[in-house]
């Protein structure tokens, strides 16, 4: 990410020279915006380098962009002809990772690379920490339940543990809404199996049949009063990545929907 073209391209063609595909842009707010894309889409960028001097954004504005979109995930290095120095704490605070002063060598670029992705995920200073004992914070779940009082069961213990949750009647409403959601809007489904208009298997079959670019990869749970292993058996047929009984226990739901979630 660097206001001038130039600089764009030959970083880029050094990059390519140690193995690596590059993308650039010329603005901050461009940056941040492909970085969310590609985050929506399951596919992470591997390293940003990242301009301080920007017109329209600086590299440290664009960096707690970044992190508000996609968290720490993502290693950041600032490059810069200037002094750094003035302004390293800030950029800290905000996320960056490393710095690389202008203009760039193939070795300098290489072992800021490498010293970037051995911290990836590192928790950053001035980074906002999760509410301890909030086991779903952050996640964004669909539940699919036609009985009014199991959905509202299941809602109030999911958002009691810090998700954000969206109901649907039946296994057609579960596909409708899950097909107009953006990539990344929900991170898991929790799909009863015995429901009306359409059940919870042909609800999972069409998802993981359609276009959606999550739709073979998103958790899908089932949940049902029977656990029998034909049960099971026919869940995970039909798409489903696990099942979890009735009555729902809240920790043991909160440890499936973690585990399905972050793998």
Known sequence: ???????CEQTAILLE???????WRLSGSEAVERVKEMHWEGR??????????????????????????????????????????????????AGVNGFLPKPLYRSSVYAAIKSALEHKGET?????KKPAGKLLEGFHLLVAEDNALNQEIAATLLRMEGAAVDCVEDGQQALDVFLASKPGEYDAILMDVQMPVMDG?????????SEHPLARTIPIIATTANAFNDDISAALAAGMNTHVSKPLDIIQLCKTLADCIQK
């Not at 020279?17 to 993308?23: D, E, T, Y």
């Open 201 to 209: 298997h042909e609800a999972t079959r069409q998802i993981r049949a």
């Open 124 to 128: 950053f200073a001035g980074e906002e």
């Open 44 to 93: 992470d960028i591997d390293l940003c380098l990242i301009d301080w001097k920007m017109p329209d954004m600086d590299g440290v504005e664009v960096t707690r962009r970044i992190r508000k979109e996609v968290g720490n995930a993502v290693p950041i290095v600032m490059i810069s002809a200037y002094d750094i120095s003035e302004v390293e704490e800030e950029a800290r605070a």
């Open 17 to 23: 020279k140690i193995k690596i595909a590059a993308q």
């Open 1 to 7: 990410m660097d206001d001038e073209r130039q600089v």
